[in-house]
């Protein structure tokens, strides 16, 4: 790997990695709602969902020491009265980076509630709140960080050399409290319109591994649209996008898929999509000593390639992420694959149309 190789390679680093750094992201972020906002607990036209989601990103650079990301939840919509709705729901997700198995275990609880705002059996419009509250675990092998007095003076690294560096603690778990907003509006079974807003680390928990200096992870703001429109018999166009900023960090999304429905019935529908998306973000620069510029330029990093098909009330979805940033020379343009799976119990409820299709 040559000089301007790896000053891409750390720059990429430094604008996509230092978001997954601090919160995890699914490209398929429209197939993870808990993790996306939690007011979109219990927001769906079925009574119970689960969704497992995993993704693994720069295996063909890091090899065995990729980023792994992986995530499960359930949630369930509760009746109230004639037209309004309790979500309730739980998630268990993990994340795994690097050589040093740098780790974050979270679960959660999350709730919400949904009060129609206008309209009818057919056409509604919905406000919905939510809120939730999690216990999260971090921690790091220390034994496996490499520092710059392990080197041996003639290029190569001695582990058994001292490293001059302590840690206060290698594990260590804190609280966490998100609350998010969700409007939609539903004007029939295969047109709809949702945007919504999130606010992550409301409580700022301190995430050091030292004792000398309280590190609050940085608040995240998550902004997101999209909806479903009919093209035509048995054709729709999903679009969306969604925005994460985070500290210095600034990541867009924003894209569409084709779904072509192939039978359909009261509460499911046989369907499959196609996809073409467009991931943006912050660069930093890197200069040639290594040093950060704390200038940055919005950039692209990654066309997202995805597919999904539902079967009754079980959806599978599988995209790709093609690198195009400055990074490809070396991962010849891998970028991450993700896997999600999505199981929807359905009851005898007939209330009309209440949401729209994620």
Known sequence: MNKNLLLAFVSLLLSTSWLMGQDIHFSQFYMSP????????????????????????????????????????????????????????????????????????????SGSYSRRMGGNRDLAHYLVAGADVGISQRSIDFLKLRFGSQHDGQGGFDGNLPSGETLARESFTYPDVSAGLLWFTVLNKTNSFFAGAAFHHLNGPDVSFTQDSIVPIYSKLTIHAGGE??????????????????????????????????????????TFQIGAWMRLVNNYLVTENGNTNSSSSLGADAVILSTRFEYQNFGIGFSYDWNISDLRTASNGNGAFELSLVYLLCGSENRGVYCPSF
């Open 34 to 109: 808990l993790n996306l906002n939690p007011a979109m607990t219990g927001v769906m036209n079925c009574n119970d969902r689960f969704v497992v989601n995993y993704r693994n990103q720069w295996a063909s650079i890091l090899r065995s020491n990729a980023f792994k990301t992986y995530s499960a939840s359930y949630d369930r919509k509760i009746p109230v009265g004639r037209y309004d709705y309790f979500g309730v729901g739980g998630t268990l997700w993990g994340d795994v980076a690097g050589e040093a198995d740098f780790q974050t275990l979270q679960a959660r609880l």
């Open 229 to 270: 429109f009919s093209l035509g018999n048995d054709l729709g166009l999903v679009p969306g996008m969604v925005i994460f900023k985070q500290g210095p960090s600034f990541l867009l999304n924003l894209g569409t898929s084709l779904r072509f429905t192939l039978a359909q019935d009261q509460y499911t529908s046989n």
